[in-house]
């Protein structure tokens, strides 16, 4: 039997009795769907699973968007199709808190949707603890809820960002937020910018305000006008009243809808703790593919 707790006034799911290691039944599948379209994060709590589990579960809600480079990394510690999220190298071992390091883990600290900068924006993302610090140390995860922060704006603000485009971009994004970025790093991972609409068509009739980290201004504004607009609005979907902080139990999942809420890693100042933590990312529809792949598909089918 599946049951649903509501941990958040506003949304957050907890979805508890899925056993994930036996083979996916379509009253799972549906259990899951319907608790992800009302409450657009959950958690499900049950105990460790493998990475073949993970994705086997995964696989049920859409297609895999694997990890950049996918097929040209060597073989590692995790499935190669599983994005890893925590402070572990491919071999396993703490990353050393370098400034380098810590530069590329405070991308994941500012509120974002996963892949909001491929063509194809991600649909889901689950996220499954393996090793998990204790939550003193750091390593919870923050939620929100982009309905709530869309439903709360005043009907002039509606008004004017239904129909607006946003342009996303990785890297101007990360400059944005004070990281350092250089030429060496750009031209190692080219992102060029694409657009999604600013406002989406959330499950049940509701509407959604499409911001985040990586969306760094909107079509038809200069850049300036456009970033100081994007960062108002970051700024509204931000507020507290709209967070839920997710502390993490060894085995939770938690699957959040990319394009309805935004997530934000907390700090790990320590390298005394292991934070194993492996993501499967799912696009809406289309083939599998690393987001270099998506760039070549979409570059040949413009010609
Ligand atoms: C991610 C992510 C945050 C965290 O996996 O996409 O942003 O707390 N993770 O690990
Ligand atoms: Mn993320």
Not at 24 to 45: F, G, W
């Amino acid at each position: 039997m599946i049951t649903v707790n509501q941990l958040h006034p506003l949304f957050f799911g907890e979805i508890v009795g899925a056993d994930l290691k036996a083979e996916p039944t379509e009253d799972l599948r549906q259990a899951v769907q319907d608790a992800m379209d009302k409450h657009i994060v959950c958690v499900v709590r049950q105990g460790p699973i493998t990475d073949e589990e993970h994705i086997r579960f995964a696989r049920l809600f859409g297609p895999l968007e694997y990890p950049p480079n996918y097929g040209k990394r060597p073989a590692g510690r995790i499935a190669p199709e599983l994005f890893s999220a925590g402070n572990l190298d491919p071999d396993g071992n703490i990353k050393p808190l370098t400034p380098a390091n810590a530069n590329i883990a405070k991308g994941a600290e500012r509120f974002h949707a996963d892949s909001s900068f491929n063509p194809l924006p991600s649909k889901w993302s689950m996220l499954r603890g393996v090793e998990c610090p204790p939550s003193e140390v750091g390593g919870d995860t923050l939620f929100l809820d982009l309905r709530a922060a869309y439903d709360d704006l005043p009907q002039a603000m509606k008004d004017r960002v239904d129909g607006m485009t946003g342009i996303h971009d990785f890297w101007r994004g990360r400059q944005y937020a004070g990281l350092e970025v250089t030429e060496e790093m750009k031209a190692a991972m080219p992102m060029p910018p694409v657009h999604h609409p600013l406002v989406r068509e959330a499950p049940l009739g509701r509407k959604a305000l499409f911001v985040g980290g990586h969306c760094v201004g909107v079509v038809g504004m200069s850049d300036d006008e456009g970033h100081a607009f994007v960062e108002e609005l970051y700024a509204h979907v931000t507020q507290p009243k709209y967070i839920h902080r997710h502390q993490w139990t060894v085995g939770d999942i938690v699957i959040w809808d990319n394009r309805f809420a935004l997530h934000a890693a907390t700090p790990l100042e320590t390298d005394q703790y292991r934070r194993d933590m492996r993501r499967a990312t799912l696009n809406e529809s289309g083939e599998e593919g690393d987001t270099y792949e998506f760039r070549r598909r979409q570059a040949e089918a413009a010609h």
